[in-house]
Nanobody
Framework: QVQLAESGGGLVQAGDSLRLSCAAS????????MAWFRQAPGKQRELVAG????????YYTNSVKGRFTISRDNAKNTVYLQMNSLKPEDTAVYYC???????????????WGQGTQVTVSS
């Protein structure tokens, strides 16, 4: 069973950048599709970005396209979320998630991290 641990969150100002990391352990990382979700207070959790284990174009929700980039390093068992031009509306708890199938949207994820807080001040 894969275990996930996020890091890299923090308090930044609008326009700044952050890079989130999610380290995986206990499974064959290269065979997991990975995703970043976020949940803001009073809102539903939403899929921000995803990357399939077998390649293909990453997925991004519309509000982060052109600003966020998801990537993975299978040698380090880590998935990243580079977040540029951050906005106050990006404030949320960000969660890393994994699933063993290649589909990354409109599906459930089997494994979750504990989350990392990202706060963007205006």
């Amino acid at each position: 069973q894969v275990q996930l641990a996020e890091s890299g969150g923090g308090l930044v100002q609008a326009g700044d950048s952050l890079r989130l990391s999610c380290a995986a352990s206990g499974g064959t990382f290269s065979r997991y599709s990975m995703a970043w979700f976020r949940q803001a207070p009073g809102k539903q959790r939403e899929l921000v970005a995803g990357i399939a284990w077998n390649g293909g174009s990453p997925y991004y929700t519309n509000s982060v396209k052109g600003r966020f980039t998801i990537s993975r390093d299978n040698a380090k068992n880590t998935v990243y979320l580079q977040m540029n031009s951050l906005k106050p509306e990006d404030t949320a708890v960000y969660y890393c998630a994994a699933r063993s199938e290649s589909t990354i949207v409109y599906v459930s994820y089997d494994h979750w991290g504990q989350g990392t807080q990202v706060t963007v001040s205006s």
